[in-house]
């Protein structure tokens, strides 16, 4: 293993019955960078945090956290963990869950200080079954964060979340990285990963099909995306042969095109009365949607 | 893991170790939110807090007592027999439904995932069943010190409240069992299962027709039943309905407790199994 790579999985094949989750994946998480792990459902995404975590062993390939294997607990000692589905002792109160977590590491942060970081403070005394969904998601970033972990595995961190509040953890989470914690962020909001990752990997049939930064991924994609008011019809449109995709909502037109200049040169030409015409480099979605579609097709 | 002073006096920004202090005052944290959760689930403690205290009033002290005209050897049988009663359903239940749902909520695999001490889970809900248990046997102990008329010595009263509530355990390792193999709906069912079975087969409420009274040896219940007896020198509900006056004699103490200590053994290695592979 790399000493700059906390977590890696080399070559890693785990087969669920008939279903090949992983097919011979590679993936490291480097110091001190966001990565964010994307992939439709069914990528294989949960299956890569779950061997890195030490919940699964591969059946191909090795799994190391900090150089060792991850069913080790003093690897896991340096490793926070929030994952979606988890829910906690209903009957414990908030403060009580984030002290009884942070027993489990060495040198934890003062429990009032990870309250107030995480805006839980008011939550202390409440019992876990009695928050909302958003509070429960701050109570669940409390523990991830209070072992003062190098590496943080978040899965879906801000579903649920209202926008001050997700705010505030996009906030923290660039605060963590700042100061030299390194974090894997599976979500379905590419906006999150487009605002915070160093280092995106889209995984598409348990194999990565691309990994870079957020730009790197956009330069994978020629595609541009154009935005118009238009009497054209989806139809005539997507005829075109540099269009790519095509949608229409309430007279606003959106195309992905191949060739952006061909595309607008045609439709300008074809009505006279387009309007509010937009033109842009393709998002992460984009790029997203058409990495795996290739993958599929 | 076995932490090194250095770890303990400069916490780590790269090493991993877990000062003593600190690991044992993580199993002590697990074990009393363990008990604390279990304390404030009114579905659970009301129920086995509550009913073996009320059962023994009502049946073991008022109904048996009067249809025995006050025996004191009846009535101390029935005081072992409502201990064992007593500490079997916070171990089966406790550990059936909760691990059950745990498993279910994906609290279990957070925990795993999580740098938990190795075996800490269980530990503090074994501790919270031995709690559980204490509870019970104080308040079954003050009954039948107070209303029950129990001639037994103290030292009695410790021996059967220790066997008793270390008793517990081989119920927590049947619940176990059934809980890392059930989904939590059917978790209670399932435990009812084995719980009623054991309770009634057991020969702790009545004696069995002798012709099937070797069904009692499968049960568990049974042999905790038989150590609690022998230390109070009391025969058994079978031996009083046959008329024995003397201490039981359904065996000796060290296959008693061989049988207990074989149930928890291989129910918990059975369990463990199943969690580390399956989770």
């Known amino acids: 293993m790399s000493d700059h790579h906390l977590a890696e999985l080399s070559g890693v094949s785990k087969r669920f019955g008939k279903t090949l989750a992983l097919d011979g994946l590679d993936l490291h998480v480097r110091c001190g960078?966001?990565?964010?792990?994307?992939?439709?459902?069914?990528?294989?995404?949960?299956?890569?945090?779950?061997?890195?975590?030490?919940?699964?062993?591969?059946d191909a390939g090795s799994a190391r956290l900090f150089g060792q294997s991850p069913r080790q607990v003093a690897a896991r000692r340096q490793v926070g963990v929030m994952m979606q589905e988890a829910t906690l002792a209903s009957e414990l109160r908030v403060r009580e869950q984030i002290e009884l977590?942070?027993?489990?590491?060495?040198?934890?942060?003062?429990?009032?200080?990870?309250?107030?970081?995480?805006?839980?403070?008011?939550?202390?005394?409440?019992?876990?079954?009695?928050?909302?969904g958003g509070q429960k998601r701050q109570a669940q970033f409390a523990i991830a964060i209070c072992g003062r972990p190098r590496l943080l595995f978040l899965d879906e961190p801000t579903a649920g979340l209202d926008l001050p509040a997700r705010e505030m953890m996009w906030t923290l989470l660039c605060r963590l990285v700042k100061q030299g914690s390194s974090i894997v962020l599976t979500t379905h909001y590419l906006e999150e990963a487009e605002a915070l990752a160093d280092r995106v990997v889209v995984l598409a049939k348990g194999r990565t099909i691309a990994s870079g930064t957020v730009n790197d991924m956009r330069a994978l994609v020629v595609c541009r995306r154009i935005e118009c008011h238009t009497s054209l019809t989806t139809k005539e449109v997507a005829g075109w042969p540099e269009v790519k995709s095509v949608r229409s909502e309430e007279q606003r037109m959106s195309i992905t095109a191949s060739d952006a200049e061909t595309v607008v040169r045609r439709l300008l030409a074809a009505d006279a009365h387009l309007a509010q015409l937009e033109v842009r480099r393709a998002g992460l979605a984009e790029a997203f949607t058409q990495l795996t579609q290739e993958k599929e097709s | 893991m076995i932490a090194t002073s250095q770890n303990a006096q400069s916490p780590p920004s790269d090493g991993t170790g877990m000062p003593p202090g600190r690991l044992w005052r993580a199993y002590l944290a697990e074990a009393r939110c363990e008990c604390f959760r279990a304390l404030r689930a009114p579905a659970f403690a009301i129920p086995f807090l509550a009913l073996p205290i009320a059962l023994y009033l009502f049946i073991g002290i008022y109904l048996v007592g009067s249809m025995s005209h006050g025996d004191p050897k009846t009535a101390i049988t029935m005081f072992v027999n409502f201990g064992v009663f007593g500490v079997m359903g916070p171990g089966m239940f406790?550990?059936?439904?909760?691990?059950?749902?745990?498993?279910?909520?994906?609290?279990?695999?957070?925990?795993?995932?999580?740098?938990?001490?190795?075996?800490?889970?269980?530990?503090?809900?074994?501790?919270?069943?031995?709690?559980?248990?204490?509870?019970?046997?104080?308040m079954l102990i003050a009954a039948a010190v107070a209303l029950g008329g129990l001639r037994l010595s103290v030292a009695q009263f410790v021996t059967i409240f220790v066997i008793d509530i270390l008793g517990a355990l081989p119920f927590c390792a049947v619940g176990l069992f059934i809980g890392t193999r059930t989904s939590a709906k059917a978790a209670p069912a399932f435990v009812n299962l084995a719980y009623l079975p054991m309770m009634y087969l057991g020969g702790l409420f009545f004696p069995l027709p002798r012709s099937i009274q070797f069904i009692e040896r499968a049960s568990p219940a049974f042999h905790l039943d038989q150590l609690g007896l022998l230390a109070s020198g009391t025969p058994s509900l079978d031996q009083l309905a046959l008329g024995v006056a003397g201490a039981s004699s359904q065996g000796t103490p060290f296959t008693?407790?061989?049988?207990?200590?074989?149930?928890?053994?291989v129910f918990t290695l059975l369990a463990i199994r199943r969690l580390s592979r399956v989770g």
């Open chain 1, 101 to 132: 977590v942070a027993s489990y590491y060495p040198d934890p942060l003062a429990i009032d200080e990870v309250m107030q970081v995480t805006q839980t403070t008011p939550l202390a005394d409440r019992p876990y079954g009695k928050l909302s």
């Open chain 2, 256 to 265: 008693h407790v061989a049988v207990l200590a074989g149930v928890t053994l």
């Open chain 1, 33 to 58: 960078e966001l990565l964010a792990l994307l992939g439709p459902n069914g990528a294989g995404k949960s299956t890569a945090i779950s061997l890195l975590l030490g919940l699964l062993e591969p």
């Open chain 2, 94 to 138: 406790g550990f059936g439904i909760f691990v059950a749902t745990e498993r279910e909520q994906g609290l279990l695999r957070l925990k795993r995932a999580l740098p938990m001490p190795a075996g800490s889970y269980l530990l503090a809900k074994m501790m919270m069943a031995v709690v559980f248990a204490g509870i019970i046997m104080v």
